[in-house]
Every structure is written in C-alpha cells, then in structure tokens.
C-alpha cells in the first residue's frame, strides 16, 4: 500500500523521453537568441547539418547533376528547455508539435554531440528523470464515494521484458481539491536492456487523505499543453 505525497496541480517538470526534463513554463513566451558559438548549440547546428545533406544518386548508368546544396540551418524558433553542465534539450514549436534535441558533452573528449531527438512525443510529467505510468481502476473492484483507499493497476511507462513493476512503484504524487484528484504514478525503471514487450498492468493499493466522494478521478501521467 502506498500513501502519496501531496503536489500542484500541473507538474513541476515534464518531458518527451528525449533528454533532460524541463519546467511547462519553458514553453512560455518568446524563445531567448540562442548563440552559434556556444558549444551545445553549436552541436545542435552541426546535426541539423547533417540530416540536409543531398542524397545519393540511385541511378545504375548515368548520374544525375549534383543538386544545389540545401541552405544552412538557423536557429529560428529553437529555444532551451533545459541545460546542466554536460547536458542541453531544445526544443522547437508548441506541443502537439513541438520537437526536441538532446545534446550531451563527452566528458573524456570534452566534445558536444547529439544522443536524442524526438518528433511530437507526449509529454508525460517527470520526478527524478523518471516518466510518469499510466493508472486505470481496477475493474475487478467498484470504487464508491466513501472510498479511502484506491485500487489500481499501473501501466509502467518503460520496457520491463514483460514483468510486472511489483516493489517498484515510487511513492505517488496526489492533487487534490473540491472537484478533482490527480494522481501520477511513478516507476524505477529496471537496469539494463530490456526487450520491447508489452507490460502487464500490475495491481497498487493507494491509500488516500480522504474520501473520494464525488470528485473526478485523473491520471496526471500525461501533460495537456494549454
């Protein structure tokens, strides 16, 4: 059984599973002018760079003139979303379509390079560089106003091999008011590679400070851009 931990209403980080987390509000406002010779966007450019490059001929016989080489990319609309020392996500355009690219420093090299990019992910909320799972009800049981304790079954957001996440279900964030009760479940993923096979749901118990009474039940794994 697990007893949440009290929160806000929106998360304090989300992200894509592209790279580093980052706060909502960095998809507020304006974008900041971003510098070329600043390392990580530097590396930004350089793999931007490299995916406009022409490609190949495919003719067997006779070569097709050289196309005209695409124009240099810029960094109209690129912003930061996140940086540590060693680590920087962009991000491009507003979610459904935003788009990310994570930049990491080689520490033995001392070089910037690309390790991520992601297309119009969801955005899910994120504590400890772990995604958010998805929760439904369980369905075996009826969960009643008078309810102070939640039966669930999680959906671990992360390849597991198939296993369930039993006794790695982290403790739960809860916001709660007179309407709603928000609750985001969290899983420590499992070291190493894991084949990408579908998850079975495992079973939680969540006990709550109250009643669910009439309030709406939500999962908050997901993060709605407003």
Not at 118 to 137: F, K, N, T
Not at 162 to 187: H, N, S
Request: aromatic share 6%; with cysteine.
């Amino acid at each position: 059984m697990l007893e949440p931990r009290e929160v806000g209403r929106q998360p304090e980080l989300i992200s894509d599973g592209g790279g580093l987390p980052f706060a909502p509000r960095a998809l507020d406002g304006p974008a900041e002018l971003l510098k070329p010779d600043d390392p990580p966007v530097a590396a930004m450019l350089a793999h931007l760079a490299s995916r406009r490059g022409p490609k190949p001929s495919r003719g067997l016989f006779k070569r097709s003139p050289a196309p005209p080489p695409p124009p240099p990319p810029t960094l109209a609309g690129w912003r930061v979303l996140a940086r540590t020392d060693d680590e920087a996500l962009f991000g491009r355009g507003r979610p459904p379509k935003l788009v990310t690219i994570a930049i990491r420093r080689d520490a033995r090299h001392g070089t910037w390079s690309c390790y991520g990019e992601s297309i119009e992910r969801p955005l899910r909320a994120s504590r400890d560089r772990i995604r958010a799972s998805s929760w439904r009800l369980d369905p075996s049981t009826e969960c009643k106003p008078t309810d102070t304790l939640l039966r669930i079954l999680v959906k671990e957001q992360t390849f597991a091999g198939a296993q369930r996440a039993t006794g790695r279900v982290l403790v739960p964030d809860l916001y709660q008011d007179a309407d709603e009760l928000v609750l985001t479940i969290f899983v420590t993923p499992l070291p190493g590679f894991k084949a990408r096979s579908p998850n079975p749901e495992t079973p939680v118990r969540v006990a709550l400070p109250a009643p669910v009474g009439e309030r709406q039940l939500i999962d908050g794994a997901l993060y709605e851009f407003e």
